[in-house]
């Protein structure tokens, strides 16, 4: 079983900002597999499952989302190896997302708080860019990812997001 986390914050404000890709993400996946989420107040986080798949979008504030995935790991007894965690970031420009190993953003408390919590960061990132605030990047990159998409940019998105969907779903090597 493949775990996919999506990375977001769980207030209805901040559902259409550039923060909450991850949770976007793991929406489409939720609607292509025929999963629905529901709360599970002991693993902090919505859950949809079947025999392939965990989708899971966690129920803390971004900074905290270390607790709810590593709580979700040990309920389901899943290594980071089985674990895809998707999310914002600012280091790849809009329009653009890498499936990597390891790696993610140079800042991204949402990260850091899953690295401390897992004593790694060897799973697999897919890495949603979001960046486009141009070269002058006037405004800081903790409140740009907080901004709305433009409706230009939430139209392009849904192209993006349906790749990932399906650069995604032959991971669980049982579709």
Do not use: C
Request: aromatic letters at 8%; a positive charge.
């Amino acid at each position: 079983m493949k775990a996919i986390i999506g990375l977001g914050n769980p207030e209805s404000e901040h559902q259409a900002t550039r923060h909450n890709v991850g949770f976007q993400v793991v929406d489409a996946l939720a609607d292509q597999l025929g999963l629905t989420l529901t709360n599970n107040l002991k693993l902090l986080a919505q859950i949809g499952k079947n025999k392939s798949w965990l989708l899971a979008k966690p129920q803390t504030y971004m900074n905290q989302s270390g607790r709810a995935v590593q709580a979700i790991l040990q309920f389901y007894k899943l290594s980071p190896k089985d674990l895809i965690v998707v999310h914002d970031d600012l280091d790849i420009p809009f329009g653009f997302y890498k499936i990597q190993q390891g790696t993610g953003p140079k800042n991204h408390n949402g990260l850091l708080s899953i690295y401390e919590q897992l004593g790694t960061k060897d799973f697999t990132h897919v890495r949603l860019g979001i960046e486009g605030r141009g070269v002058a990047k006037v405004m800081s990159g903790k409140n740009y990812v907080l901004t709305p998409f433009t409706d230009e940019e939430a139209y392009r998105l849904e192209t993006v997001i349906g790749q990932v969907v399906k650069d995604l779903l032959p991971l669980s090597g049982n579709r």
